[in-house]
């Protein structure tokens, strides 16, 4: 499975737009990527998935460039509740011998101050 | 409430005693997988079900660790003679998921935090 760099913190204030990237060089052609969102004492959280170009839901958005050896998680004007760890994966979400089964990080803390 | 759950949310056990975990996954989920994570690590995954099979196992699922679907609905996860270094979060997510194709999103229940004194 491909490995994912990302940065271990991250600090920002309420309303502003938060971007986290996430490195993975040796992404495969069958991988997906994929964030998490996990606050304490709770599962994960999925965020978003995406395979190339540009993903938005309601609640973030996900940019991939054209080589895919990096994604961003945009988060828009952000509040404290945003305050949680979030994961970065890639994986065959597609099956094969992987399963789906997820490889997580140490990921990212982001912080959102008042 | 359809999401995951799981039962107890904490545990503390003395350590060689055993202890058993159980998830109720989504129901017509038909993956179910177990995780495990310590203070200030992401989740390891341990083993995986499709339906009532368990299809793969991590390294890190000792003989000591057994995991069951005997309907392909809840799960449970047994620790036999529990060590000092079991101690963690232990998480199970479910997912619904189709052969090959697509994305495999898997819903988290909230852990059972197991201290081992």
């Known amino acids: 499975l491909a490995k994912t760099t990302q940065p271990i913190s991250m600090d920002s204030y309420e309303g502003q737009e938060v971007n986290i990237t996430c490195s993975h060089n040796?992404?495969?052609?069958?991988?997906?990527i994929t964030w998490y969102q996990q606050f304490p004492s709770q599962g994960p959280r999925f965020i978003i998935q995406?395979?190339?170009t540009k993903v938005t839901n309601e609640v973030a958005s996900l940019f991939i460039p054209a080589d895919r050896k990096s994604s961003t998680l945009s988060l828009p004007r952000v509040s404290l509740s945003d305050t949680a760890v979030y994961y970065c994966?890639?994986?065959?979400?597609?099956?094969?011998?992987?399963?789906?089964?997820?490889?997580f990080g140490q990921g990212t803390i982001l912080t959102v101050h008042p | 409430d359809t999401g995951v759950s799981q039962d107890p949310r904490h545990k503390i056990t003395k350590r060689g005693q055993n202890v058993t975990f159980r998830c109720d996954p989504i129901?017509?989920?038909?993956?179910l997988y177990w995780y495990r994570q310590t203070l200030g690590q992401g989740p390891e995954f341990l083993t995986y079900?499709?339906?009532?099979?368990?299809?793969?196992k991590s390294r890190l699922l000792s003989d000591r660790f057994s995991a069951e679907r005997p309907k392909g609905s809840f799960s449970t996860l047994e620790i036999q003679r529990t060590e000092q270094g079991d101690s963690a979060m232990y998480l199970c997510?479910?997912?619904?998921?189709?052969?090959?194709?697509?994305?495999?999103?898997?819903?988290f229940g909230p852990g059972t935090r197991l201290t081992v004194t």
């Open positions: 129901s017509e989920h038909n993956r």
């Open positions: 040796n992404i495969a052609t069958n991988d997906y």
């Open positions: 079900f499709q339906n009532e099979a368990q299809l793969e």
């Open positions: 997510a479910s997912s619904l998921a189709f052969g090959l194709a697509g994305e495999d999103e898997q819903y």
């Open positions: 994966l890639v994986g065959d979400h597609a099956g094969g011998t992987s399963y789906g089964k997820l490889t």
């Open positions: 995406g395979y190339k």
